[in-house]
């Protein structure tokens, strides 16, 4: 009985496989930079065994996509394996075409030849979703088949609405796999299974126990010539609403009900819908000192390049608890930190640990460039007194990043695997967050390049104490 049913499994996961892949936008920068070696490491691990239709507008031939193919495999991965660049070349096909003209997508349709179950990645601008998304259907491609969409996933709230309306009018919610690559990093994934895969943290994991939990992500370069896009984008949308929220929601979150990534959605679901609206007074919006000097951005240009937040969950869990975001560009270091501050015992005992003296007991995930997570106890010094220090209990994840986060999102929306995406729920109640402080809020503050932000960040942090400022490296003594 159980040889049968693992057959039987096995036959419904073949069944589920996606039987060809499309990308729209196949000669742009997210292909060239992410997706072409996303699917050589595929290819490597011989798990890419299905066509690759490239769709786009640029009037090229078969030829000059794998040459730019081959190129991008060789400036952002590695050449090492020439059998799997020959296959991933050899599974290539391209469709020229106007996205706005149906002969397009008929000629895709021909491209495709008896695939049935292809996956559709959108790698093109949003104002292209609803023309491409149309397309597909109208052409008879989305039975049965899926869409990747990138983030962003709208610009507010309606337009997120608008953006999910024109999505579910022609392919299902299970068969739309909203990408955010930051979703499919090692580190990120590993807060979830620490989180309850170890029994000690639940009785502290609570309002009970936790004073506060900040959450850093920062990067010491500036928009590197992106600033025409950072005036359409800046950092709430572009890091915060998105990356810094999955995060809050993952650390957050209720168990799920039973293993399966659909119950693990519709915990961190909950987590978006009970955050409390920002206000004006909840967000420091901070520019680089010269941003208005890079190409493409305005003279007067208002736009954030830093983001700092105060945030409350109004859930049982985490009631009263304030949850600080901050994330910038030209910061002092590259960094991504999580540090849950606990609360002091409720009796000083000793007066050199007291929080007066020191910071009480945290726990801290090191997302980036390295993954870890640190424990910070008080351990006493040698000798009569009853003095000590803080020191902490340092777990560093060495092992080597066997799979990319574009790979792993790839394979994970070939195979049907939604755990690692997000859903049309979620991204409405994540807008509905920070809808009204992208309408109103107050001016941007102007900061040093390579420091931690304006000064008004740290007085948004100061009635519960000041920001951890995160270094690059090895347990802090």
Not at 218 to 236: H, K, P
Not at 287 to 299: F, I, T
Not at 329 to 351: D, G, I, N, Y
Request: aromatic share 10%.
């Amino acid at each position: 009985m159980k040889k049968e049913k693992a057959k039987t499994d096995d036959a419904h996961g073949r069944a589920n496989l996606s039987d060809a892949l499309v990308l729209f936008g196949v000669t742009g920068d997210l292909a060239h930079k992410m997706i072409f070696p996303a699917l050589y490491a595929m290819a490597k691990r011989g798990t890419l065994n299905v066509p690759v239709v490239g769709v786009a507008s640029s009037k090229w031939s078969l030829a000059q996509l794998r040459k730019r193919a081959t190129d991008g495999i060789k400036q952002f991965a590695k050449i090492d394996d020439r059998d799997a660049l020959h296959h991933l070349l050899s599974q290539l096909q391209y469709v020229d075409g106007d996205y706005n003209d149906p002969t397009t997508f008929a000629a895709l349709k021909q491209a495709l030849g008896n695939a049935r179950r292809p996956v559709h990645y959108l790698a093109i601008p949003p104002a292209l979703f609803e023309t491409v998304i149309k397309g597909i259907g109208n052409a008879g491609m989305a039975d049965h088949a899926r869409v990747i969409v990138e983030k962003p996933f709208g610009r507010d709230l309606a337009s997120a609405r608008e953006l999910n309306r024109i999505a579910l009018s022609v392919f299902p919610e299970d068969s739309i796999f909203r990408i955010d690559h930051f979703l499919g990093k090692e580190a990120i994934m590993n807060i979830l299974y620490f989180r309850f895969a170890n029994s000690f943290l639940e009785p502290i994991w609570n309002r009970n126990y936790v004073a506060s939990v900040q959450i850093t992500l920062s990067e010491n370069f500036g928009v590197r010539g992106r600033g025409a896009f950072y005036e359409t984008t800046g950092c709430l949308r572009d890091v915060i609403e998105n990356h810094l929220f999955q995060i809050v929601a993952l650390l957050a979150m209720e168990p799920p009900a039973y293993r399966d990534f659909g119950a693990v959605q519709i915990e961190k679901a909950k987590v978006f819908q009970a955050m409390r609206p920002l206000n004006p007074d909840d967000l420091v919006r901070g520019q680089y000192a010269g941003y208005r000097k890079e190409p493409g951005v305005a003279k007067n240009s208002d736009v954030e390049t830093f983001c700092a937040m105060r945030l409350f969950i109004d859930s049982w869990r985490w009631e009263g608890v304030p949850w600080y975001l901050r994330s910038g560009k030209f910061m002092a270091e590259t960094v991504a930190e999580v540090l849950v501050q606990l609360k002091p015992p409720p009796q000083r005992l000793f007066a050199d640990s007291s929080p007066a003296n020191c910071r009480p007991n945290y726990l801290r995930f090191r997302l980036s460039p390295s993954a870890a997570v640190a424990l910070a106890a008080r351990v006493k010094r040698t000798g009569k007194e009853f003095v000590g220090d803080q020191r902490e209990l340092y777990l560093l994840d060495e092992q080597p990043v066997k799979e990319t986060p574009y790979e792993r999102l790839l394979r994970d929306a070939m195979s049907g695997d939604g755990a690692l995406f997000t859903r049309e729920d979620a991204v409405e109640a994540a807008w509905a967050v920070v809808d009204r402080v992208i309408k109103k809020h107050h001016p941007v503050r102007r900061y040093k390049i390579h420091s931690w932000g304006p000064k008004e960040a740290d007085e948004l942090i100061a009635p519960d104490g000041c920001w951890h400022n995160p270094v690059p490296g090895q347990a802090v003594a």
